[in-house]
């Protein structure tokens, strides 16, 4: 065949996707929006779940650092046969100058192998061992997240008898050495 027997056809023109709507190459402002939206608003409520978690954490925090006193209390007990003054505070239990100077200080050894001088919000510790208002022998206690004292969120342990319970904290602690004899 030759050139000139070739019989040339024109094209046919397509419509443009945005004409016709069969096809679109993107995506609307609309569309794009309310995706965020979507996005913005899962991120809320998963964010909430973490933050009240973390609230939570810090509860579990203190009442562990409070038993873990405790019972350094406890053992600062059977040393001293007494509980740390207001004075001392429970600071004798980490640092030897915080000692009464007429307690026997051969005796005195770190009951606490980490300094907790506050509570997770920052507070020092609440310790009251001349004159007990809740506990038999020693009061300790957070004043918890909000900061204030006697309000609900208050995390607690009162020294009791041995056949007692003590505080917030449970009847799983156990209970302070009895100060009397056999």
Known sequence: MSASNLIVLPRRHRASPARSGRSRGGFTLIEILIVIAIILALGAIVGVALFKRRDQADVDTTKIQLKQIKDAL????????RYPNDDEGIAVLWDKEQLDPDADATKWKQ???TKIPTDQWGDEWGYRGEEPEHGEKYDLWSWGP????????????????DDEEGG???SDLPAPPSSGGP
Request: hydrophobic share 30%; proline share 0%.
């Open 168 to 170: 917030d904290l449970g």
């Open 146 to 161: 909000d900061r204030e004292d006697d309000t609900d969120d208050d995390i607690t342990t009162w020294s009791q008898s």
């Open 111 to 113: 009951y606490l192998a």
């Open 74 to 81: 406890d053992l600062f007990y059977l040393d001293f046969r």
